[in-house]
Each structure stands twice: as structure tokens, then as C-alpha cells.
């Protein structure tokens, strides 16, 4: 115990250097409300207290490992990116007295040992550099120039502590509702994305990591519910809870996150009878897929229609002909046309989220309680800039929340779909190779920490990215071989042109193309060899078919899963920066990194509450 | 052998009086002979490789030089002309500019298509074709004004890359034949760089089609791509247009593709600005949003696009490796430099909308700092903690100014757990408001002021400050430059009429803060994007009498299906798409279309507007484009269009 305790009071110092930022942020006297009041440091909980005690034991110690982790992390970071900045916060004394300026430089503390090493390129006392150095001052006639390069050079060094505070990270611990209501408890940073914690989740779980696997969050006053993209970061939207929110997470399957991808003739093609809608063929679906996600342009499903809305702030609800277009939801206005230039933009979406509206019928007496809902994240509480929407069927909600998410995230929703498809093929890889999923997940991974992703998108669907060639076969695969075998057939039967009715006659495409390649695709030459090799005699050689067919997928394990996605990144490997300890064992505590530098002050921001309750609850066993 | 009759030649290059020539032929000499015998006896020196004999009555070109008279079946009476096979045409860009070159009147259009686009420097020619203009509405004072020509017609035939469209050598970034001299590279610039907004007078005088079937007469339009221009009627130095036809724009490089991107953007723009297409007035703004951009940044580096598409591989590998490197060394000064925390400091005017109180604006001293905002009684009080401290991230920024009027005010709807709060700040001059303004829109998408865009921000926002100021006296607004842009340049005459230039700059502003950072290819493609992604992207019409109705409809051609649209309610009635199609069929005597699709589905229908070989092409085309992959597109597969869209021509 006395070995835990001095960890802790180790790692409380920095720790609370850690959250300073997220204590420091000035609380206004008269606080407006759109001014962030309190910054929760755990969601999900009545209170911080609560949260640790509510953390299982190897919950505890996976967190303590999180936080060593991170810890040295950070650590390796901070010092690399001080001697980047060529200024080491040293006090050492080749350098001319410290202005008063410096007289808060606390960055020895920070952690990096002074580097005797550096040489500071500036300088004009060493004498190496004064050689090189294009304007050496005489010193003697002018001591201020020395002085005003100290000076800034101490301004430049105050500055750079204050950037690398600000490159502190925030963290949550935020207690997840899995799907047989139970809860885990989780360490997430705010660099990490959606499918940085369900990956987590998945290790946790021993779920079988299927696509559907989704985080959603609920708004409790608003009975609100919606599910996070797995691109976004999770810390963000979570901080906009109040402090009192009986808002969840949950972890769960959604059949509706990417059921546009697997079925997308149901949203794009959604006037056509249902029964040619089930019978969509593989080969059309991808071919859907491929027009409206992997073109110039993302495509946002057509849908127009009479949906209710209810009036800002007003307690009737209105009936209204609505149009989804990439730009925004739009209505036309009564006693216009539907022409696009008569119609009235109702909202864009680039400050809105989509969620499910639950019990509206007797919240609000909604006509149905299929409805939608357009609101800012960032409001929690009823208000009149909420916008409800209602449809006549569960289906026409599905539809409208899908297309708004294909006109706000854009391509970012594909990639999405691709990476989750990527970590489900993988994992089902694993399962099949593990012998006994018994040991329980020996490591927490750590968050890993990643520049946000470039594919963040906001508003109008974003520019697509020149995705790689390979991307593109599956479907051309079909489309090419659906044309080679009617040109193939024409041969056969060649038109007769010449003869009366001049018709030009394209026989149909032989049935055999139906469905997907199977996961080992045929031998490319299949196709070809059922051509008589006789066909050119009357007529123009065929097509040069071999080129019609693209080399066979690089992996034949990931053409069954639609369009074979580049090789599947290694299963997500321990931290590459920083070695983490692995709690391997319950009893076991993480070993405290071996640390050479100083040690921080607490600095006495508002992490100093949760470091103590961190600390109770750890002395509590 | 054969006997020896005589045949009448009329040689073009002798001029329009002179006789036709007579030679003696017989009925066995091969086509090369008659030709040579004609040279010889006109005894004219010249390169007469180009030359051809064009058979009048039967509207053929004799192409085949071994073929004799015979098996062309050509007798005395034979109407023939012996001429260049390429000859001038003025052709209509889509940027509306013209230039004179020498097209291939022998070949079927499509090659001269590719011809002309090999010219001109730009890839997959098969998406572009030939169209017949629509006459200008001509008014007298018009017929002063020559338009400027760019002439084309010195360069050599042969030139541009034969049948690889890939990678075009290029000289100082311009292909060889447009480096050869100074006019010539004022030609490459014309077509590589974006014209500048249209004075509005301009737009206004342009065909505008009023409807769906206004829209379909100009598919009528179209030559026919298996046919020479020769056999359509087409005469040397007739005007014709060259457009994008296919509505699939493949692989699009920017670096290969700058005249592709540039004249593709002309014809998007001008879709817009005519109403060719339909969009939602949120939309125009955005579209002319961007072409304000667009046009900025053309201006303020026009050098970009033509020394972009002048790296080679190596040279833009050098640059990017000393940006690269530039990047490496600098990284830690610049953290620093950027760390000077900018902020502004300033007494500004506060009002809340939404609160109940009478209080007007009340003054403040304000302090903007990182995404936040406080404000203190007075400048003296500041050091001290802040009456309030609003953060904008997140927030919505609108302006409401007036520049006659003084009047300058920042509206933020600010988000909060419990909705949105108003608050307006009400600056005192252009000045400080675009400094505000700017901090404003960088902190609600959660920038602070030490972004480096802020100082840009601040000078577009300034900028539409100049041209509200201009746009008050309304009568001047000829197409104008950087700062003084007439906003109704920039939408179509209908906004002209619903708002004066000065209500639609704070609009244009609006929609300008989203993309004001684009680069001038991004903006391009930004652009394109969203055009493509308007419901009515890509459609051809055609009006039909489909079988078995009795009234006329409008059939709706798309990259990937065709729709029925009914006339009276103009709503889209019924969608078929090409991969389910299985088959179809043309009947020429009948001009009647029959296409099955699968689930035994039939339609026919004969066309009204347009000739059925159009709507044949159009489908056949579009089934061509979609046949196109990454691995073959070096190479036009020149057969298979043919096949799929040639007809009884075909084969």
C-alpha cells in the first residue's frame, strides 16, 4: 500500500498539471449560460465520487494503467517538444539574467532534465555561434540589445509553457450502459474518436465487433437519442452535458448506423415497390453504393415529402411538404411550385445534430411518434431552437435521419462503414484463431493517441478523397462484366443490320452475373473463355475483353465484405511512443514508471477534487 | 483496257470562280490516281497531303485511295470536290470565349472531337462533343462590338499527343504547340484560366431557357458523333460549340487537367447563371460565393494553375520535399511566433434581443481573447474580472450592416444548454468591425485569432465592405475588378430583380465564410461538387410521345437513368436505370425507341425534339462512360463508343 500511495502522490502532481486546462478556464462572476460553468470529469455518474467507486477493481487498475501510461506519454511528448523549441526552460546560467519576465517560469518543473547539450542558436556569448552569427552587437556600446533579445527570448519561452499546457489533453471518465445493462467504466481523451472507444469497448467485451456496434448518447430531459459517428471525437459532444444531466451512454447494436451501405437501394431508389427493393441484387447494391459515395460529389438521397412540423416554440404542429438536399432541409412555401428557386430553407447543417424523438405523442401530442429532431449539440434543455419533425411511419423517419446524416458527414459515413467492416473481418479472423477467450483481456489499451482525422466533416458533404485505384473494383468488376457479356452476346448474335429492320440489338446480359464474386473471385479468364473463339469473322473485333477485368483483389478474404478495402491495419498495437505497462494482473498494480525527472508541485487546478477521490478510492481496498 | 471517259474535278484551291478541272480517267483507276492526275494538272505547288475528294450528290468523302471509281460506283456525272479535309471553325468555348482552328471535316465528329481536344489540352474528349449554337438575340448596337477571336488555325495538325491522354508533354506548362510564341500563350491562358464574372448586362442578354422543353431544344442540338461534319451540313468557318456532353467526368487530375477543370467549371458557372439548372436560392449564394472566390484568387495568382501544371513529377517532388523541410526547421519559431496571443481590445456597443428589458446598446470595454469574448465597465476595470465572458464556439455569426447608413452589427446566436442566446455587438466603423467580424466567424468554427487566416478574414470582410460601397451608386456595373465586383455578376437574373447589388452582398458574404480559405483548385472543385450534387445534375432532355399516350412528355437522360417527367405537373413520374436495362432498340424508319428492362419491363417511344439518334448516343454514351476504368484510361477504347452508339452507322 505504502508503494501505491507513493505512486499517487506522485502521480497527482502531475496529474493535476494534466487537467489544469480544463481547471483554468475562467469562470465569468454574472455567468452567462452559454458560458461553460462546470467541466464534468465524469459522465454518467451522480458525481465524481460515485464514478471511482463505481469502477470495478480491474476497472480501477486498467484506469491507473491508462494513467501512467498516458502520463509518461505525455511526458516523452512535453520533452521532445521543448527541445524542439530550441529554448530548454532550464535556469541554467549561460544565459544573460532572467528579466523579470521569467519570474514565473515554473518549466523546470515540467519535466525534461536540463539538456546541456543545447545550444541555443541565438545566443550571442558563446563564441562559436558569434562567428557565425551575421551581426554580432558590440556589447559594450549597446547592453540593451542583449537585454531586449533576453526579453523576448524569456516572453518566447513563457509562451511556449503556455502552448504546451494548452496541448494538455481533457479526459473523461465516462461509464458506458452496455446492452444487458450493465456498465463499464472508461478513461477516454478528447483526441480519441468514436471508433477509438468502441475498438476499446471491443476488447472489453468479447463482442463478436460486427458493424452495427454503435455508441449512442440519450437526453434524458429531452428524451432525445441519437448515435455517434464513429469519426467523431466522443469527448466533445459529452461536455456539453450539464452537470446534472441524467444523460447516458450506451453500447449498443444499430442496425440503422450503416444499414445504407448494405442496403442502399432502401434509401435511394425508396419509391420503387418493396418487393424489387428486397430484390435488389449485390452487384446493384454496390453499384448504388459506388454512384452516390465514391463519385466527384456525394449524393444525398432524394426525398421529399409531407412531414409535421411543430412550430418553434409553439405547442401545434403543421403539416409541410419537405425536400432534403445536400444544402439543407427546404419546404415550399404555400401556394408555390416545387421548383427549387420558390423553395424556403427550414435548416442547414452545419450547426445541428439528428436525433430520435421518443414519446412525443405524449410529450408534445404529436401527431406519430416517428419523429426527428434538428438541434446544436450544445442544447440540453427544452427550447424553442429545438426543431421537431414528424413522419407518418418508422420507415419515413429512418429514411429522413439517414439522409440528413449522408448530407451532413458526407463521405466521412463510407469511411466509416469501411473501417468498421475492416475491424469486424479482423476480429472475426482473431476469434476464429483464439483458442479460449478466457484470459480476459490482459491489456487495456491505451487510447492511442492520433491526430484528428482529416475526414471530420462539417456541413455540406466534403470534398472526397481521391480514394485509392484498387477502392473502385468490385463494382467495376460488375459494370464491366455486365457490359462484356452483352457485347460478348451481340457477337453471338450478331443484329441483323443489313437486313430490313435496321435495328441496332443488344441482347440481354447473361443471368450468371448475378451476386457478388464469391470471396475467392473466379479465375478471370472464366468469362473470357466462353467466347467462341470464332466471333470477328463479319464483324469489327470484340472488345478487348481481358481488359474489362481488373487484376483479382489483392486479399481474397475481403471481397465478400463489398469492396475490398486496402490490407487491414495490424490489430492495434501497444502504444508505439510510449512502452506501456500492462496491468496484467488484478492483484498486481501497475509498476510506477521509473522517473529520473522532478517531480511537479500540484498545481492546485480543478483536477485537484478528482485526484483525491482518485486516491480515496484507491486507498479504499 | 477500260475506256477513257472524262471526269470534272472542281479544285477548292483554285478559288470559287475557276472552272472545275477535267481529267481522263477509266472506270479501273483507283482514287490516288485521280488525285494525282489533279495535282498534276492544276501545277500548283503545295502540300497537298491534306486533300481529299468530297462526292457531292452522294455526300461522301472518297477516303479510300485505293478503291477504284468503279466499286465507288462514280460516273461523269459525279459532282466532285477536291479539298482540305480540315478546314476553320469558330467554336464556342464553354467560358464563352471563341477560338478558330482547323477541324477535321472527314472524320466522324467524335474524332474530331478528339482532334480538337487533343488541341486544346484537354483529357477524355469522349465526355465533350459538338452542338449547334443558339443565335444571340442581336441588337444593333451589338453588331459594332467584333468579338475577340482566338486564332488557332497556325498550329499544326499533327499536334498534341496522339491517343494517350494521359500525361501531355509539357513546355513551361503549356503543351509545345501553345509555347511556340507570346500569342500563343495568351491563347493557353485563356483557356487555362477562369474568366472573370460576366457584367450583368451580359447575362441578361444570354438565350435563357424558360422551361423543360425550352431545355430539350437545345438537346436537338447536338451533331451527330458517327457522321463527318461534312455530311451535316457544317461549312468552313461555321460557329459550333464544344461542350461536356457526358455528364461523367472521369479521373479528374488537376495537375493534367487544367483546361479540362477550367472550362468545365465556365460551363457549370454559366448553367447557373442562365438557369440551365435549378437550385435553391441558399444554393446561388454559395455558387456565388465561390465564383467570387474563385475569380479572387485567379487574379491574385494567375501564375498557380499554369506553373501547377507545369511541375513535372520531379520539380513538384523538389518543391513539396522544401516545404517539407521548410516545415521541419521552423516548426519550433513558429510555435513561437504564433504564440504571441493576439487579442483585440475595444469599446463596443452590446444589446440582447431576447431580454425583456427596455435597455438599449450599452457600451463596454471589450476584450477578445482566444474563442471568447468578455466585456468590462471600462477599459480601466479590465484587468479585473470580466462582467461576462461569452465563448463563440460554436455560435452562429451573421452581419447586419449598412455602409450609407453607418451601421455595423455583429448578430451571434450564441449556443447554450438552455437554446440560443442573441447578442449583438454594434462596432463603430469598418474598421473595427472587420477585425471583430473576423474574430467572430474564426472563433464559432473554433479558431482562435492567432489562426492564420485571421488576417485574410479580415480582408475579405473588408472587401465586401468596398463593394456594398460601390454598389450603392448602382448605374456603373461593367464586370470589374477585384474589389469592386458587382454581386449581381455573380447570380442569375432573377436575383437581379429581387435584390439590389448592395442587399445581396451581406448574403453572398454569408455563404463566402465557409470557403474563403479554398485554394483556387479546391474552390474549382468545390464548386463542381456542388453542382453535381443538385437533384437535377446531369439531365438531357428530350420531349417523347411515348407509345401508346396521346400526349407529349419529357424523357430525362442522366449518367445513370432515364425518368419520365410529366409536362403539366413536371413532376418526375417514373425511373429506369441503366444497369437494369437488357436491352434496346432503335427503329430508324419509325424513329421509335423500344428499351426492355429486366422484370420484364417495356417502353417505347418516339422522340419530338430531337432526333432518336441523339437519345441513342445519349444512352448508348453514357453506357460507354460507365464501361471506363482506372487501369484502361490511357487508351479510348474508340471501337466500343462506336458500337454502343453509332447505330446502322456502325457497322
Redesign the interface.
Same mark, same amino acid.
Given at each position: 500500500m505504502d508503494d501505491i500511495d507513493a505512486m499517487f502522490s506522485d502521480l497527482l502532481g502531475e496529474m493535476d498539471l494534466l487537467t489544469q486546462s480544463l481547471g483554468q478556464e475562467?469562470e465569468?462572476?454574472?455567468?452567462?449560460?452559454? #458560458?461553460?460553468q462546470e467541466i464534468n470529469f465524469s459522465v454518467g455518474f451522480t458525481g465524481l465520487n460515485a464514478s471511482l467507486h463505481d469502477l470495478e477493481d480491474n476497472d480501477l487498475d486498467a484506469l491507473m494503467a491508462d494513467l501512467v501510461a498516458d502520463l509518461s506519454e505525455t511526458e516523452k511528448k512535453l520533452e521532445a517538444e521543448i527541445q524542439?523549441?530550441? =529554448?530548454p526552460p532550464s535556469s541554467s546560467s549561460d544565459l544573460p539574467p532572467p528579466p523579470k519576465g521569467l519570474g514565473v517560469q515554473p518549466a523546470s518543473s515540467i519535466t525534461s532534465p536540463p539538456s546541456p547539450g543545447n545550444n541555443r542558436s541565438s545566443s550571442v556569448t558563446t563564441p562559436s555561434s558569434s562567428t557565425s552569427s551575421p551581426l554580432p552587437p558590440p556589447q559594450s556600446s549597446k547592453p540593451t540589445m542583449e537585454e531586449i533579445e533576453a526579453q523576448m527570448k524569456a516572453?518566447?519561452i513563457k509562451?511556449?509553457l503556455?502552448?504546451l499546457k494548452e496541448a494538455k489533453v481533457k479526459k473523461l471518465v465516462v461509464k458506458v450502459v452496455m446492452n444487458d445493462g450493465s456498465s463499464k467504466t472508461l478513461m477516454v481523451d478528447e483526441r480519441q474518436t468514436v471508433r477509438e472507444v468502441l475498438d476499446n469497448l471491443f476488447e472489453k467485451t468479447h463482442c463478436d465487433c460486427n458493424v452495427d456496434w454503435s455508441l449512442c448518447e440519450t437526453n434524458h430531459e429531452l428524451q432525445l437519442e441519437r448515435t455517434f459517428e464513429d469519426h467523431e471525437n466522443l469527448v466533445e459532444p459529452l461536455l456539453?452535458w450539464?452537470r446534472d444531466s441524467e444523460n447516458k451512454v450506451l453500447f449498443q447494436e444499430r442496425k440503422d448506423k450503416f444499414e445504407v451501405f448494405k442496403n442502399p437501394q432502401n434509401f435511394y431508389?425508396w419509391?420503387k415497390d418493396k418487393k #424489387?427493393l428486397k430484390d435488389m441484387k449485390d452487384?446493384?447494391k454496390e453499384?448504388l453504393v459506388q454512384?452516390n459515395f465514391c463519385?466527384?460529389?456525394?449524393?444525398?438521397p432524394?426525398l421529399e415529402g409531407v412531414l409535421h412540423l411543430k412550430e418553434d416554440g409553439k405547442k401545434s404542429w403543421k403539416q409541410r411538404l419537405f425536400q432534403l438536399? =445536400?444544402?439543407?432541409i427546404?419546404y415550399v412555401p404555400k401556394g408555390k411550385?416545387?421548383?427549387?428557386?420558390d423553395?424556403i430553407?427550414f435548416v442547414?447543417f452545419?450547426?445541428v445534430n439528428v436525433y430520435y424523438g421518443k414519446d412525443v405523442k405524449n410529450r408534445y401530442k404529436a401527431p406519430t411518434d416517428f419523429c426527428f429532431v434538428l438541434k446544436?449539440?450544445?442544447?440540453?434543455?427544452e427550447?424553442?431552437?429545438?426543431k421537431y419533425l414528424c413522419c407518418d411511419d418508422a420507415w419515413t423517419m429512418n429514411l429522413w435521419v439517414t439522409g440528413i446524416r449522408i448530407a451532413k458527414y458526407g463521405a466521412s459515413l463510407h469511411e466509416n462503414f469501411k473501417t468498421a467492416e475492416r475491424k469486424a473481418a479482423v476480429s472475426a479472423a482473431v476469434w476464429t484463431n483464439r483458442s479460449t477467450p478466457s484470459s480476459s483481456s490482459p491489456s487495456t489499451p491505451s487510447p492511442t493517441i492520433r491526430a484528428k482525422t482529416a475526414t471530420q466533416a462539417n456541413?455540406? =458533404?466534403p470534398?472526397?478523397q481521391p480514394g485509392p485505384?484498387h477502392q473502385?473494383h468490385a463494382a467495376?468488376l460488375n459494370?464491366?462484366s455486365?457490359?462484356k457479356s452483352?457485347?460478348n452476346s451481340?457477337h453471338r448474335s450478331p443484329p441483323s443490320? =443489313?437486313s430490313k429492320?435496321?435495328?441496332?440489338?443488344?441482347?440481354?446480359?447473361p443471368l450468371s452475373m448475378d451476386g457478388l464474386p464469391p470471396p475467392p473471385p473466379p479465375p478471370p479468364m472464366d468469362n473470357f473463355s466462353e467466347d467462341p473463339p470464332n466471333i470477328n469473322k463479319s464483324?469489327?473485333?470484340p472488345?478487348?475483353n481481358p481488359?474489362?477485368l481488373?487484376p483479382p483483389p489483392p486479399d481474397p478474404v475481403f471481397v465478400a465484405s463489398g469492396a475490398p478495402p486496402p490490407p487491414p491495419p495490424p490489430p492495434p498495437p501497444a502504444a508505439v511512443s510510449a512502452p506501456r505497462p500492462a496491468a496484467q494482473q488484478k492483484k498486481m498494480p501497475p509498476a510506477p514508471p521509473k522517473r529520473t525527472t522532478p517531480t511537479l508541485q500540484g498545481g492546485g487546478g480543478g483536477g485537484g477534487d478528482f485526484m483525491s477521490e482518485l486516491m480515496s478510492a484507491m486507498r479504499k481496498r | 483496257s477500260m475506256a477513257a471517259w472524262d471526269l470534272s474535278v472542281k479544285v477548292e484551291d483554285l478559288g470559287p470562280d475557276a472552272p472545275p478541272v477535267t481529267i481522263s480517267v477509266a472506270s479501273d483507276l483507283h482514287v490516288g490516281g485521280v488525285i494525282l492526275k489533279l495535282v498534276e494538272k492544276t501545277q500548283m505547288q503545295r502540300n497537298w497531303s491534306d486533300h481529299a475528294l468530297w462526292w457531292d450528290q452522294k455526300q461522301r468523302w472518297l477516303l479510300r485511295t485505293a478503291w477504284t471509281l468503279e466499286k465507288y460506283g462514280i460516273h461523269a456525272d459525279a459532282r466532285l470536290l477536291f479539298m482540305p479535309q480540315h478546314k476553320p471553325l469558330k467554336l464556342g468555348l464553354p467560358s464563352g470565349k471563341t477560338v478558330m482552328l482547323k477541324a477535321c471535316f472527314s472524320n466522324p465528329v467524335f474524332q474530331t472531337v478528339m482532334g480538337i481536344c487533343r488541341m486544346l489540352n484537354i483529357r477524355h474528349p469522349e465526355e465533350l462533343s459538338l452542338l449547334r449554337p443558339v443565335e444571340e438575340k442581336k441588337k444593333k448596337k451589338d453588331k459594332d462590338l467584333t468579338e475577340e477571336i482566338y486564332d488557332l488555325t497556325e498550329v499544326p495538325l499533327s499536334s498534341g499527343t496522339p491517343t494517350t491522354f494521359s500525361r501531355p508533354c509539357l513546355y513551361n506548362g503549356m503543351p509545345a504547340h501553345f509555347a511556340d510564341s507570346e500569342q500563343m500563350e495568351g491563347v493557353y491562358k485563356m483557356l487555362s484560366v477562369t474568366q472573370p464574372p460576366p457584367a450583368p448586362e451580359v447575362i441578361a442578354k444570354q438565350y435563357r431557357p424558360a422551361s423543360v422543353v425550352d431545355k430539350s431544344h437545345i438537346h436537338g442540338r447536338w451533331l451527330d458523333s458517327s457522321r463527318c461534319l461534312m455530311q451535316q451540313g457544317i461549312q468552313e468557318n461555321d460557329r459550333l460549340w464544344l461542350r461536356f456532353k457526358y455528364y461523367s467526368f472521369y479521373d479528374i487530375e488537376p495537375k493534367y487537367d487544367v483546361v479540362r477543370l477550367t472550362q468545365l467549371y465556365e460551363q457549370a458557372r454559366w448553367a447557373i447563371l442562365l438557369e440551365d439548372i435549378d437550385c435553391t436560392e441558399e444554393e446561388m449564394m454559395l455558387f456565388g460565393a465561390l465564383q467570387y472566390h474563385i475569380n479572387k484568387v485567379a487574379l491574385s495568382e494567375p501564375q498557380m494553375m499554369s506553373s501547377n501544371a507545369a511541375l513535372d513529377d520531379l520539380e513538384s517532388a523538389l518543391q513539396s520535399l522544401e516545404v517539407k523541410m521548410e516545415g521541419d526547421s521552423s516548426s519550433a519559431s513558429d510555435l513561437l511566433e504564433n504564440m504571441t496571443a493576439p487579442e483585440l481590445n475595444d469599446y463596443l456597443k452590446i444589446f440582447r434581443p431576447k431580454r425583456l428589458t427596455l435597455k438599449g446598446y450599452k457600451q463596454y470595454w471589450f476584450k477578445f481573447q482566444d474563442t471568447s469574448i468578455s466585456y468590462f465597465k471600462s477599459k480601466e476595470e479590465s484587468i479585473g474580472e470580466p462582467i461576462q465572458q461569452i465563448n463563440l464556439k460554436g455560435c452562429e455569426v451573421a452581419p447586419d450592416v449598412n455602409v450609407a447608413a453607418q451601421k455595423f452589427l455583429i448578430r451571434l446566436l450564441i449556443p447554450a444548454p438552455e437554446g440560443m442566446n442573441e447578442v449583438y455587438l454594434r462596432c463603430e466603423n469598418e474598421q473595427q468591425y472587420a477585425q471583430w467580424m473576423a474574430g467572430c466567424r474564426l472563433a464559432s468554427k473554433g479558431k482562435s485569432l492567432a489562426d492564420s487566416s485571421f488576417q485574410s478574414e479580415i480582408q475579405s470582410i473588408r472587401s465586401f465592405l468596398a463593394m456594398q460601397k460601390t454598389n450603392s451608386g448602382s448605374s456603373n456595373n461593367s464586370a470589374a475588378s477585384d474589389e469592386s465586383i458587382n454581386t449581381h455578376s455573380l447570380v442569375s437574373p432573377r436575383y437581379h430583380k429581387k435584390y439590389k447589388p448592395k442587399q445581396l452582398t451581406p448574403r453572398i458574404l454569408d455563404a463566402y465564410q465557409n470557403v474563403a480559405q479554398l485554394s483556387l483548385t479546391d474552390a474549382l472543385m468545390r464548386f463542381l461538387q456542388i453542382w453535381q450534387a443538385l437533384p437535377d445534375f446531369g439531365l438531357s432532355y428530350v420531349v417523347v410521345r411515348f407509345k401508346g399516350s396521346r400526349k407529349d412528355e419529357v424523357l430525362g437522360i442522366a449518367p445513370n437513368r432515364l425518368i419520365r417527367i410529366d409536362l403539366g405537373v413536371g413532376d418526375v413520374v417514373k425511373t429506369w436505370r441503366y444497369n437494369n436495362m437488357k436491352q434496346w432498340n432503335v427503329n430508324w424508319d419509325i424513329k421509335q425507341m423500344a428499351i426492355e428492362f429486366e422484370g420484364n419491363v417495356n417502353i417505347a417511344f418516339g422522340c419530338v425534339t430531337a432526333d432518336c439518334k441523339i437519345v441513342h448516343e445519349f444512352i448508348g454514351g453514357y453506357i460507354f462512360m460507365s464501361t471506363r476504368s482506372r487501369e484502361k484510361s490511357d487508351t479510348l477504347n474508340e471501337e466500343l463508343f462506336h458500337k454502343l452508339t453509332g447505330g446502322h452507322e456502325a457497322l
Open positions: 475562467t465569468p462572476p454574472e455567468p452567462l449560460p452559454s #458560458t461553460r524542439g523549441l530550441n =529554448a516572453d518566447k509562451l511556449a503556455e502552448k456539453a450539464t431508389l419509391k #424489387t452487384k446493384d453499384l454512384e463519385g466527384t460529389s456525394i449524393i444525398v432524394d438536399r =445536400a444544402s439543407g427546404y411550385t416545387k421548383s427549387s428557386r423553395l430553407c442547414q452545419d450547426n446544436h449539440p450544445q442544447i440540453q434543455k427550447s424553442q431552437y429545438i456541413g455540406h =458533404a470534398k472526397p485505384p473502385f467495376d459494370m464491366s455486365w457490359w452483352s457485347i451481340l443490320l =443489313a429492320p435496321p435495328l441496332s440489338n443488344f441482347p440481354p446480359p464483324l469489327p473485333p472488345p478487348p481488359e474489362f481488373p | -
